[in-house]
């Protein structure tokens, strides 16, 4: 028994037209390959893919967006810059494109509490916390079944902070002058 699939046309300005949306299960088909493309979360989790217009130029763009645009007939480019937004419903999903997981919103209403909450609570981690941060990052790679996700969203949470100031800290991109029990 399949999956059901219904393929529409992705509206633009500039012409996606060897492109087809799965608004059901948020993907996007390829007339040209003849198959759905080949899609991965990014380090925050949303997945991007990149489209050629029908001018031959590549662009990237959140799954979300073509899937909202071909589900509400809103040409692409008024995403984003247009001011109008998609948010994921289940905000912790965000790999999920279906339509069932996905709203438009402007601007303010995408921060709505369960967005804030993601974002954290403004509060700089001291060198002592993300020291300990680093230890406890240690000690969970040591089970090579851990994911590394699941312990950023977990410490995010533990220490009030947004998924991205974690993710940082795990990939030292920020903090990175601090090594494991040298807090001050």
Request: with cysteine; charged share 25%.
């Amino acid at each position: 028994m399949g999956e059901e699939v219904i393929l529409t046309p992705i509206p633009s300005n500039i012409g996606f037209s060897n492109y087809l949306a799965d608004t059901i299960n948020g993907r996007i088909w390829s007339k040209k390959s003849n198959r759905f493309l080949n899609l991965n979360p990014n380090s925050n989790g949303y997945i991007y893919c990149s489209l050629i217009d029908d001018k031959g130029h590549k662009r990237s763009f959140g799954v979300h967006r073509p899937i909202m645009a071909s589900h509400s007939g809103i040409p692409l480019e008024m995403f984003k810059r247009g001011g109008i937004e998609v948010d994921h419903i289940k905000s912790h999903l965000k790999h999920v494109n279906g339509i069932h997981n996905l709203e438009l919103c402007d601007r303010k209403g995408q921060y709505h509490e369960s967005t804030r909450l993601k974002m954290g609570k403004g509060k700089r981690l001291t060198e002592a916390e993300v020291c300990e941060i680093l230890e406890q990052l240690q000690k969970w790679k040591s089970d090579e079944d851990n994911k590394i996700s699941e312990f950023i969203h977990m410490t995010a949470e533990a220490f009030g902070q947004g998924y991205r100031s974690i993710w940082n800290i795990v990939n030292r991109k920020s903090w990175k002058h601090l090594q494991v029990g040298e807090a001050k």
